[in-house]
C-alpha cells in the first residue's frame, strides 16, 4: 500500500473548474490511480481512472468531456481537471491506488489504498 494525500478541492459555482491533486508517499508507476467521489446518501463511485502502462483513461459517463485525468510518474501525482462544473459533481472527491497490474475499472476491491479526501461544491 501507499499513502495518499488529495488537495486543490473547494467551492465554485456551476460553470466553474478546479484541479484536485493527489501526492502518493511510494512508486505508483505501474498502479491503475483512479477518483472516485461520494455525495450524502449516496454510494461511492468511480469518476476517472488512468492505468499505468500506456497511460489509457476511462471516465464516468456522467463527467465524460468535462473532466481529464492525468498523471505525472517521476512526481507520483495524479490530477484531475474538473471543468464546466455542475450543482451534481459536489461530492467527497477520493484518489485511489489499484494493485499492481490489474486491469484500470472501477471495482473497488481493486483499489487498497485511498486517501483521505477532498471536498468539492459546486453551487449553482
Known amino acids: 500500500q501507499v499513502q495518499l494525500v488529495e488537495s486543490g478541492g473547494g467551492s465554485v459555482q456551476a460553470g466553474g473548474s478546479l484541479r484536485l491533486s493527489c501526492v502518493a508517499s511510494?512508486?505508483?508507476?505501474?498502479?491503475?490511480m483512479a477518483w472516485f467521489r461520494q455525495a450524502p446518501g449516496k454510494e461511492r463511485e468511480g469518476v476517472a481512472g488512468?492505468?499505468?502502462?500506456?497511460?489509457?483513461?476511462s471516465y464516468a459517463d456522467s463527467v465524460k468531456g468535462r473532466f481529464t485525468i492525468s498523471r505525472d510518474n517521476a512526481k507520483n501525482t495524479v490530477f484531475l481537471q474538473m471543468d464546466s462544473l455542475k450543482p451534481e459533481d459536489t461530492a467527497m472527491y477520493y484518489c485511489?491506488?489499484?494493485?499492481?497490474?490489474?486491469?484500470?475499472?472501477?471495482?473497488?476491491?481493486?483499489?487498497?489504498?485511498w486517501g483521505q479526501g477532498t471536498q468539492v461544491t459546486v453551487s449553482s
Open positions: 485511489a491506488a489499484a494493485v499492481p497490474f490489474l486491469s484500470c475499472t472501477f471495482e473497488r476491491y481493486k483499489y487498497n489504498s
Open positions: 511510494g512508486y505508483t508507476a505501474r498502479r491503475c
Open positions: 488512468i492505468d499505468g502502462g500506456a497511460g489509457s483513461t
